[in-house]
């Protein structure tokens, strides 16, 4: 039985293959083409979509890890590696991604695939820091991307091939002061705050004035980071004022409006300086169901505040608060981001608790503003709705057509998206 890290997404594929090197993802390909079977990349486990669901093969690439080569401004490396350990690994090397994200459990292929994001309004997504891709298409042949193909295959959801090894571009360390406080909801809606900072997110629960704001900038001053059971000690503590709500929340639901407004309060201020993977990576300790929104960065305040309102006019009880954050637009033919400056809204609801009322919402509010969903998050999306807000899918279907004619890399998922 596979599960996803949330346990929101299950299978019982027939066969699970686990192979070690490139040669061995070219016979598992080959193999289920063989049979007429469906076979999919199941990464980390990260996304709560069900992308990565397989009801025939499961293909674990948790095996294929670790550096190809470094130099000349780029990194190649297998796509089972994580990005934690990918940003362990340029660290040893004095280089960083320009681009870091808030989790560093997914894989790099499936942030590759799913366009996973960090909040900066003017670095891209992992999706638009990748120079190269090899990947094995349908038919069990290894290929490098060609520059043509790049942006399809850049936020590719796993429907034109398993990629075995990504190249992305780096740059030298860098270090960031990372500061939180409380701020009114509408100073961090505005530009003034979003825009103005390397790194600017903010979290805002609902039934709550104010909103936890944190925000890095790219400073000269040696790394200083805190000690191991420090770090740990304001991770559990973050984490606990959100869990612990969440857990109370559902015994004595009409508790939940104050509760969301102590959890902003306890939050409160601070701040850290060390080297940008170490501010801003982390392990979340709380599980959860989520739903991402990406919508025209002059939408931003608008969708926040709606969404808000229609949280308090259902009476919903949502223990998470909601996660802004933002990002210029994207290359990627079918990155949620794709051809404008972003802004995503993010929803949250606790492990085990129904997250369809919660995402339905999200989808209606936030849709209404153009919003796109993140692929690797729950949303109720099909292919009537992608084709109008993605300009590129007919190129993308016509690629699709040429590097997975059989349709081996699909799932009930992506026939529902893409179609058959």
């Known amino acids: 039985m596979w599960t996803n890290w949330s346990g929101g997404q299950r299978c019982q594929p027939s066969a699970t293959v686990r192979p070690l090197d490139e040669a061995g993802v070219r016979a598992a390909v080959r193999r289920a083409a063989a049979r007429g079977q469906r076979i999919r990349p199941v990464g980390a486990g990260g996304s709560f979509s069900p992308l990565a669901v397989a009801e025939e093969v499961a293909l674990d690439l948790s095996a294929l890890t670790g550096l190809v080569r470094v130099g000349g401004g780029r990194v190649r490396v297998r796509a089972g590696t994580s990005v934690g350990e990918l940003a362990g690994m340029l660290a040893q090397r004095q280089l960083a991604l320009a681009c870091v994200c808030d989790v560093d459990t997914p894989t790099v292929a499936g942030a590759v695939s799913t366009g996973t994001h960090g909040s900066m309004s003017r670095t891209g997504s992992v999706s638009a820091q990748v120079t190269g ?26 429907a034109l091939g398993v990629i075995t090894e990504v190249e992305l571009a780096v740059r030298p360390e860098f270090v960031l002061r990372m500061s939180q406080a409380r701020m009114p909801l509408d100073q961090v809606l505005s530009g003034d705050y979003l825009d103005a900072h390397r790194w600017a997110e903010f979290s805002v629960f609902p039934y709550a004035t104010d909103a936890l704001a944190r925000w890095a900038d790219e400073v000269t001053d040696h790394p200083a980071p805190p000690s191991a059971m420090r770090a740990q000690q304001r991770r559990l503590v973050r984490s606990a004022a959100v869990g612990g709500g969440v857990a109370l929340g559902r015994t004595v639901p009409r508790l939940v409006p104050a509760i969301n407004r102590a959890a902003t309060r306890l939050n409160g201020s601070g701040s850290a300086t060390d080297l940008a993977h170490r501010v801003l990576l982390a392990r979340p300790v709380v599980r959860w169901e989520e739903s991402e929104w990406a919508l025209p960065r002059a939408a931003l305040a608008d969708g926040v505040r709606e969404l808000l309102a229609a949280i308090s006019e259902r009476e919903l009880d949502v223990g998470f608060p909601l996660e802004v954050r933002v990002g210029p637009a994207e290359p990627g033919w079918l990155h949620p981001a794709y051809g404008r400056n972003t802004g995503w809204v993010a929803v949250h609801t606790a492990a085990g608790v129904d997250p369809e009322p919660m995402t339905q919402l999200a989808s209606e509010v936030l849709g209404a503003h153009a919003g796109r969903p993140h692929w690797g998050k729950r949303h109720p999306w099909t292919i009537s709705e992608l084709a109008p807000a993605y300009p590129k899918l007919d190129d993308f279907l016509a690629l699709r057509d040429r590097r997975d004619p059989d349709r081996v890399f699909t799932n009930p998922h992506l026939d529902t998206l893409l179609g058959p």
């Open 133 to 158: 891709l090899r990947m094995v298409e349908g038919s069990g042949a290894a290929l490098e991307v060609p520059p043509d193909e790049m942006d399809a295959a850049r936020t590719a959801l796993g």
